[in-house]
């Protein structure tokens, strides 16, 4: 039969006919509508429409296939096809569950099922060579050797693994021999990443830092212009900030090498043996509101009550802090003068007023757990030398980033990396920071060295730094044992950031870890790693600007063919980031930090540089925390210098494509490569731009989510079982088993438990939809607000899990959701921005929609059947 003989049947002209109607009835144009009718026409006469399996597609096209508008095709919609097609077939993640397979689409289970063997057997690769390698009886042979034993070989595995490194570092390549040379020290890491344990960690290490030291090598000995001055100039700052990243990664990858992972050391049973403890709260002009949660957890503390004294540092001299403190039975002080700030606070309440063992402190809005002393001072008793023992600093409310950004809880924080990884890694050199609040320190060593650090405005770092050159010891405890506000606005968390990164560098040039006595050498390069770290912003800069200087002033800042750049630089970026990714997966998300960074660099940059020419320039500011933001606003103030780098590199983009069409031809593919980095640092940049966007906060107290039993007791004596699904410190979200129970203003009362104690708090229904009722505590006492702090926030596991709840870090996904965030800055720059910046950002905007949607897009939000849960 003629397979074309189905054409002449009148239905299918007619069907024809309505569906190019319906086109052009949306708005498609006559080509677009031509192209699709042909495309239709092939697609009747080669497949298979009719099959289940194409049918469950077409049921499901606007899913699978979210940028092909079914009702108004584009003339290129045959390229977006082929693209998701292909992205649906090779991107999609593993699933392995029964349900998932059945309800996968008939078309891609033969590819789906290669996949899945294909990816078990690279799994049980590494395992299996691994055993074959070293077997059970060699391994028990190893651990039988001495201390002395062990660490001689791993000495000389040293030495030979670093001979090794130098001659590849240093050994000439022609570009042929380079290529090959990375592929197969890629290949290596793809295998060597699927090891378990920590010699994965050790083995990618090795690799990447073999790359990354013959790309700077490369760099050094081969990509100067030494004759032209401009190329030379450009080149070194260059030059000189990837060697400045490069010292940050060396010793980035040595700090957080083997995190320790401390637990607790349990209390002795005898009570009387405990020490005492002053527990001090410093405030300054933070609203009472903040405080109180704060002062209220404290009283629940278990620890004995005759070895417990908290004091309210009061350095705004408030009478309705006097007042409070009066209340509730704590200790006041508010002194004369306020010279020093936080630190002169707290020094001044130690030499006047604290006679405890310990000091325990706690900022202001920092609610510490029940079980906080008993979790922290269990080491203090076991190690005579322990000076100070941190714990993490715990956010229950979002920062600017995760708000601006609606990344809350999705994607780990700023300063996730630092408390899940950098100081657990400290710990094991015996270099933990004192971060300022959530922490215990030995009074009788505090006092050794003066009291808390006041020379510098990082109080904190500097006290920690002292307590290890007189030889004592630090710990870290990985558990979060209290919680507070985040920084409000944008403004506030980058003013809080100016001051630590003056604070940091300061220490640098007055108090150098490098110089001076009492400090081993992996204390000395710990301390040297931070405090170069806030020294990120001019290097951040030069990255931001670099290409520019080719495309806009012509002069070569890599002086190599673009081939070369592309064998060199390749490498040691993805090295870098695989790397990073295997150690830090769990707490830093691929390409975050570049957005991190770049949302600070500007305003790091000037205070870093003063700070090392004039280290006491500079003063204390407080961190404002419990404020509001009544509508979602540009804040322009912040954004102008990125609005500036943002219009600089879009003149690079312009500048290459007239490079490209009336350049020199030579010139074509460095031109390619320059274009490329300006497009990656606009992607950047357009991150720093949705991140000064700020959302709506027009909730002072911040809710926490939660899953615990309740129960809602109702005037008539009519009991509610419910669960507790949210909380703040004025009301509560909870989730009844059934609908239609209460009503709006209806006066229950909420119960809960701690322990075996059960306790009531009067309330107030505020609003029901279905199940859920959103609750307002009403007319509570001092007693019942203690007692409601007690049963939520100061709950001993309220926030221990909460740092386990971010999924692994997926470097390629993490990309995609960068490009994204970056298109939302200027869509935001669109809607926001003046109405000259509104047409070019708007033009730029829809070309980048219209670039974007040859792309695969929502292979993560796809069914259960297409996008399984396991990777």
């Not at 660490?151 to 590849?168: Q, S, Y």
């Not at 190329?231 to 090498?257: C, H, K, N, P, R």
């Not at 030398?385 to 715990?394: D, E, F, N, W």
């Not at 809607?831 to 910046?837: D, I, K, R, S």
Request: charged fraction near 20%; glycine fraction near 6%; include cysteine.
């Amino acid at each position: 039969m003629n397979p074309l003989r189905w054409l002449l049947i009148p239905p299918v002209w007619q069907t024809l006919r309505a569906r190019w109607q319906g086109w052009r009835r949306h708005g498609a144009s006559p080509l677009a509508a031509g192209l699709q009718m042909v495309w239709l026409l092939l697609g009747w006469t080669l497949l298979r429409f009719e099959s289940p399996a194409w049918r469950a597609i077409r049921d499901d096209r606007r899913r699978l296939y979210p940028q092909i508008s079914p009702d108004r095709p584009r003339p290129l919609d045959a390229i977006r096809f082929l693209s998701q097609t292909l992205g649906l077939l090779l991107f999609l993640p593993r699933d392995d569950s029964a349900r998932s397979e059945r309800r996968r689409l008939n078309a891609f289970r033969p590819l789906f099922g290669w996949r899945q063997r294909l990816l078990r057997k690279l799994d049980a690769l590494p395992q299996a060579m691994w055993r074959r390698a070293i077997p059970e009886r060699a391994e028990r042979r190893v651990n039988r050797l001495s201390g002395w034993a062990r660490r001689l070989l791993f000495i000389l595995f040293g030495i030979a693994a670093t001979l090794l490194a130098l001659l590849c570092i240093s050994q000439p390549f022609d570009i042929f021999t380079q290529f090959i040379f990375v592929v197969l020290l890629w290949g290596l890491a793809m295998f060597v990443r699927r090891i378990p344990g920590r010699l994965a960690t050790l083995m990618l290490i090795v690799l990447s830092l073999t790359v990354s030291c013959r790309y700077l090598w490369w760099r050094y000995t081969q990509t100067l212009n030494w004759d032209d001055p401009a190329s030379l100039m450009f080149g070194l700052l260059l030059i000189i900030a990837e060697t400045y990243a490069w010292v940050v990664l060396v010793l980035g990858y040595f700090q957080t090498l083997w995190p320790l992972n401390r637990q607790p050391v349990s209390m002795p049973k005898d009570i009387s043996s405990w020490p005492t403890i002053d527990l001090l709260v410093p405030t300054y002009n933070e609203a009472l509101s903040v405080v109180k949660p704060t002062v209220y957890a404290a009283l629940g503390i278990d620890w004995p009550r005759e070895k417990l004294n908290i004091w309210i540092l009061d350095d705004g001299n408030r009478s309705e802090f006097r007042e409070f403190a009066a209340s509730v039975g704590v200790g006041y002080v508010a002194r004369p003068t306020h010279e020093h700030a936080k630190a002169g606070n707290i020094n001044h309440a130690l030499r006047h007023h604290c006679r405890g063992e310990f000091v325990a402190i706690f900022d202001c809005d920092h609610v510490p757990t029940r079980s906080f002393l008993q979790v922290a001072l269990g080491w203090f008793i076991k190690d005579a030398k322990l000076a100070m023992l941190q714990t993490p600093h715990h956010f229950f409310s979002p920062d600017p980033f995760e708000r601006n950004l609606g990344r809350f809880r999705r994607t780990p924080n700023e300063g996730t990396l630092f408390y899940g990884l950098v100081q657990d890694g400290n710990d094991l050199w015996d270099a933990t920071f004192f971060c300022g609040s959530c922490a215990v320190i030995r009074r009788s060593a505090l006092d050794e060295i003066g009291g808390i650090a006041v020379e510098t405005v990082t109080e904190d770092a500097h006290t920690s730094l002292r307590l290890h050159r007189r030889g004592y010891t630090s710990a870290y405890i990985r558990i979060p044992q209290a919680a507070g506000l985040a920084t409000e606005s944008l403004s506030a968390h980058i003013g809080q950031r100016i001051r630590w990164a003056r604070g940091m560098v300061q220490i640098f040039r007055l108090d150098n870890p490098l110089l001076g006595k009492g400090l081993k050498l992996v204390q000395r390069l710990c301390y040297a790693n931070a405090m170069l770290h806030f020294l990120s912003g001019i290097p951040r800069l030069i990255f931001l600007l670099a290409p520019l200087a080719f495309l806009l002033c012509h002069a070569y800042i890599i002086f190599a063919p673009a081939l070369a750049i592309a064998i060199y630089v390749l490498p040691h970026m993805l090295h870098t980031s695989l790397t990073n990714s295997h150690i830090q997966g769990r707490w830093r998300h691929s390409f975050w930090s570049e957005v991190y960074e770049t949302v600070l660099a500007w305003y790091i940059a000037r205070p870093t540089t003063v700070a090392l020419f004039n280290p006491h320039k500079g003063k204390f500011n407080v961190t404002a925390k419990g404020g509001l933001v009544e509508e979602e606003h540009l804040d322009w103030v912040i954004t102008r210098p990125y609005m500036m780098l943002v219009l600089l590199n879009v003149a690079g983009v312009a500048a290459a494509v007239w490079r490209l069409g009336w350049g020199p031809a030579n010139e074509v593919l460095t031109v390619i490569v320059s274009l490329i980095w300006v497009l990656y640092n606009l992607i950047i940049l357009g991150g720093a731009v949705a991140v000064s966007v700020e959302a709506r906060q027009i909730r002072e107290a911040h809710r926490v989510e939660i899953a615990m039993p309740a129960a809602l007791a109702k005037k008539d004596g009519h009991m509610l079982p419910c669960t507790l699904r949210d909380y703040s410190d004025g009301g509560v979200g909870v989730e009844l088993r059934e609908t239609d129970k209460l009503a709006d203003d209806d006066e229950v009362w909420l119960l809960l438990r701690r322990g075996q104690q059960e306790f009531s708090f009067p309330c107030r229904v505020q609003r029901t939809f279905g199940r859920r009722v959103g609750i307002r505590l009403h007319n509570l006492t001092t007693e019942e607000h203690i007692e409601f702090i007690q049963c939520t926030f100061a709950r001993a596991d309220t926030w221990a899990l909460w740092q386990d709840g971010f999924p692994e870090d997926k470097p390629v996904q993490s990309l995609l959701d960068i490009v994204v965030l970056g298109f939302k800055g200027y869509i935001r720059l669109a809607e926001y921005g003046p109405p000259q910046l509104r047409a070019v950002f708007g033009a730029a905007t829809r070309l980048l929609a219209w670039l974007a949607s040859f792309l695969p897009q929502g292979l993560g939000r796809l069914p259960a059947g297409l996008a399984g849960t396991k990777s």
